[in-house]
């Protein structure tokens, strides 16, 4: 999916801002957007955002081979992913060109600048050296990736630890973090890189440029450098002629911005080590708000028992129809009131009751009806497929229908309680 174009209107607005010294986002000519770090719970994670740039580093080791032409020497590869969460303009696995420019551009600033000890990473001469892998993945993406990235990648291998290792003879032995403490990293320098945009040509100069400053852009100046103002990498991209004076000028302002840059730095480790040794919060629990509800409550009211029985007194008093016992008030324990001992459960016990006189209604009319009759019926009384059927046949012959009719209302009564005694298993089953 390719990004959505700028208008004409907007690009003339953009370069007019910057002809007239002003910028999309309220800055300067040579501010930079707010920079935060993050780190996570385990050693050399972290995430950077500059402005609403977001990088996330992570740093992993393990034990290879080296190569043969340096077999004193550990490796580091360094890897950057462009998502399509980041934005709609990136593919998923595909390297474009932007892509192909950063990871270089990254290998020159960190890996080529020696700011790591390679030979540190040596366990076994020819044999056994650590790989370090540094991965990066664009969160989001609002304009200048590869300053980001140096801060992003620099910052989780400082605050990355391998584990120990012990050598017996051919044996090498891993150690995790119970068994022996972890060892950090030998950094030499940090390199951070600077990112210059010009437009028109190289009469207006922008530092740190966002997404749409970056396509009106005609050219991009990166300067990587240290804290010593020692210059690691230099690149320039766009086709524009560049005067020695600007890029002189340029440089200057990248040592001022990577001298803020990594005071920073330094502080944001410093702080999660003071707070790692504390015990208190780190790693991206840090980061959430405190003061953000999360959830409704209440605080506890304690309630005041004093003077219960005058106030349980007066209302009964002032009650329209008075009891004829009124009950006195208790208190059980301190900070506990209670009026009146309660009475018996009697929930459900209406609803049984008028049940069971509509059954009866319900029955004993049909059987008179039936035994008054001359005509020979039977009668069927079932409402499910638990109950037993019951069937009541009276006698064909008219001269004992006298003799019977006793018996009659003896069966009639005898089914009535037994219908009573279904129907309240029933409905104690239903209350189960």
């Known amino acids: 999916m390719r990004e959505t174009p700028l208008s004409n209107c907007e690009r003339q607005l953009i370069l ?89 551009l990254l290998e020159r600033c960190l890996r080529n600048s020696k700011c790591i000890d390679t030979e540190s990473l040596c366990v076994v001469a020819g044999a056994k050296v650590w790989q370090i892998r540094v991965d990066l993945h664009l969160l989001n993406h609002e304009g200048n990736i590869i300053d ?20 017996q003879g051919e044996e090498v032995t891993v150690y995790t973090a119970e068994e022996r403490d972890l060892i950090p990293l030998s950094i030499h320098h940090m390199p951070i890189a600077v990112s210059f945009a010009f437009f028109q040509q190289g009469t207006y100069l922008l530092v740190d440029p966002i997404e749409h400053e ?19 990498t230099i690149q320039s991209s766009g086709g524009i002629m560049l005067l020695k004076e600007q890029i002189l000028r340029c440089t200057k302002i990248a040592g001022v911005k990577v001298a803020e840059i990594t005071e920073l730095m330094q502080k944001a480790l410093e702080n999660d080590k003071n707070v790692r040794q504390e015990g208190g919060k780190f790693g991206f629990a840090e980061s959430v708000p405190n003061k953000r509800i999360t959830s409704f409550k209440l605080d506890e009211v304690a309630v005041l028992t004093e003077g219960i029985e005058e106030q349980a007194e007066e209302i009964v008093s002032k009650a329209e129809t008075s009891p004829a016992v009124i009950p006195k008030p208790i208190v059980r324990a301190p900070g506990t009131g209670q009026i009146g001992e309660g009475i018996q459960n009697e929930w459900m016990i209406n609803d049984l ?56 209302q003896q069966k009639t009564s005898k089914i009535i309680s037994q219908n009573k005694n279904k129907k309240i298993q029933r409905k104690k089953r239903s209350q189960l």
């Open 214 to 232: 970056e396509r009106v852009m005609d050219g991009l100046l990166v300067i990587a450098m240290n804290k010593h103002r020692e210059l690691c």
């Open 148 to 167: 980001a990235a140096s801060i992003a990648a620099i910052v989780a291998l400082s605050h990355f630890k391998r584990p120990d290792v012990s050598i």
């Open 353 to 408: 009751e008028d049940d069971e006189d509509e059954d009866e209604e319900d029955i004993v009319p049909e059987l008179g009806a039936q035994s008054l009759g001359n005509e020979a019926e039977i009668i069927h009384l079932s409402e499910s497929e638990e109950e037993e059927m019951v069937i009541l046949e009276p006698e064909g012959c008219q001269k004992k229908e006298k003799k019977t009719s006793k018996g009659t």
């Open 16 to 104: 007019q801002a910057i002809a007239d010294r002003q910028r999309l986002d309220g800055r300067q000519t040579y501010d930079y957007r707010n920079i935060k770090i993050t780190f996570g719970t385990e050693y050399g994670c972290c995430i950077v955002e500059l402005g609403k740039t977001r990088v996330l580093a992570q740093v992993s080791c393990e034990l290879a081979t080296p190569k043969p032409s340096r077999p004193t020497e550990g490796t580091i590869f360094f890897n950057l992913e462009l998502s399509p969460m980041a934005s709609p303009a990136f593919e998923p696995g595909r390297q474009s060109e932007l892509l192909v420019k950063l990871n270089r």
